[in-house]
């Protein structure tokens, strides 16, 4: 239905039709996923060590300030988080273009979710096809669309303890009057746990619904509060700084996300896609000197 709503050419009805239709169905999925509440949240301020805020200044509720064109940085663990902003913002995805890092592919919800759901065992799943744009231009077609743009900055999926380096995709929307807010997910669990790092997207889902009810706390860093950084300086001084200073805004971005995720924070490693990738191809190695055995 969503990739049928995107062939309407009113931007407006498009979005229109996501909302009445594309939206209470993912709502639905995620019922069925054992997703029956989810909380919603922005996290507290001090608690992100963000400079003291002006007296009378006030902090915009969950996802009130979103608005056609701004960039949600997000991680991501799983094929939820997709579904989730579907049905919450109703958002187009872009996702970063392998093996480079340097570039975006814009996706809807269908192919967002294979993307996203991707078996990366798989060698030629590392490779994208597609048209690669920068994470600007693609926020450029998200406005066009009337919609936001959910972008996963560290490309691959990570166990939700911890936040990977950002790919040089996060910093090709730097200044250019690109809004951006930070959506962080965290799951709570026991036993069996909703991340789904590794293996296949079919047992997956099916181990997913079999589960009594899974629990997912979502907190939002919304662009107003985002602007107040460590040192007190605004975005604005961010995105005027020199090139040599140009990971400023991205390490800034990654470290607010990790912070953001759950009550305590999530670790922040020096690793990225390619130990990622290096840790499956160990892993598809020892499975199959086992069935050699």
Avoid at 9 to 15: E, G
Avoid at 205 to 219: G, H, I, P, R
Wanted: glycine share 6%.
């Amino acid at each position: 239905l969503d990739t049928v709503a995107s062939f309407v050419p009113l931007w407006f009805i498009q979005r229109l039709l996501k909302r009445l239709i594309v939206a209470p169905l993912c709502r639905l999925i995620l019922f069925l996923l054992g997703y029956i509440y989810i909380s919603e949240k922005v996290p507290d301020p001090r608690r992100l060590r963000l400079a003291r805020l002006k007296k009378g200044s006030q902090i915009p509720g969950f996802g009130s300030s979103v608005k056609s064109g701004d960039v949600i940085f997000c991680n991501s663990t799983s094929i939820v988080e997709v579904i989730y902003l579907a049905y919450r913002f109703s958002t187009d995805f872009a996702a970063v273009a392998l093996p480079e890092g340097d570039k975006v592919i814009t996706h809807n919800l269908w192919s967002g979710l294979r993307r996203v759901g991707a078996p990366f065992e798989e060698k030629k799943v590392r490779k994208s096809a597609g048209n690669r744009v920068t994470l600007a231009a693609a926020a450029s077609r998200a406005l066009a669309n009337g919609a936001p743009l959910a972008f996963f900055p560290e490309a691959v999926r990570s166990n939700g303890v911890a936040v990977l380096n950002f790919t040089p995709a996060a910093e090709t929307a730097k200044g250019n009057g690109v809004r951006k807010h930070i959506l962080a997910f965290k799951y709570h669990y026991k036993k069996w746990s909703p991340c789904h790092t590794v293996g296949g997207l079919r047992s997956y889902v099916f181990a997913s619904c079999f589960q009594l009810y899974n629990t997912m706390e979502v907190s939002m860093v919304p662009h107003e509060l985002r602007l107040i950084s460590y040192n007190g300086k605004t975005q604005k001084d961010l995105n005027s700084q020199s090139d040599s200073e140009s990971l400023s805004e991205s390490e800034h971005l990654r470290s607010l996300l990790a912070m953001a995720i759950g009550e305590r924070g999530a670790k922040l490693v020096n690793l990225g896609s390619s130990e990622y990738f290096a840790f499956l191809d160990y892993m598809t190695a020892a499975n199959m000197k086992r069935k050699h055995r």
